[in-house]
């Protein structure tokens, strides 16, 4: 069975940092990455990062958020650092395996207090 499980969501201050992590089970990704939904709002691209190690940022994130990943244990990391109460919402872990299948994780909600 194929699954991503995301841990290091929670509450946090704005200014404050969070690291989220998304361990793949049951199967290599080629490409991994976290996107976002806000109450009422669609679910969008964060960040994204190749098994090479080319990433890709949305704007709103640029120059505070980080993404990483080690192959060898098949996990994406996201350091968010100097988060905003916009930065509030459901984060979620997005795999594409080599298969070219894609899978979610379960979400793991990020809230940020002013």
């Known amino acids: 069975q194929v699954q991503l499980v995301e841990s290091g969501g929670g509450l946090v201050q704005a200014g404050g940092s969070l690291r989220l992590s998304c361990v793949g089970r049951?199967?290599?990704?080629?490409?991994m990455g976290w996107y976002r939904q806000a109450p009422g709002k669609q679910r969008d691209m964060v960040a994204t990062?190749?098994?090479?190690?080319?990433?890709n940022y949305a704007d709103s994130v640029k120059g505070r958020f980080t993404i990483s990943r080690d192959n060898a244990k098949n996990t994406v990391y996201l350091q968010m650092n100097s988060l905003k109460a916009e930065d509030t919402a459901v984060y979620y872990c997005?795999?594409?395996?080599?298969?070219?299948?894609?899978?979610w994780g379960q979400g793991t909600q990020v809230t940020v207090s002013l």
């Open positions: 997005s795999g594409r395996t080599l298969a070219l299948r894609d899978y």
């Open positions: 990062i190749t098994s090479g190690g080319t990433t």
């Open positions: 049951g199967a290599l990704f080629g490409i």
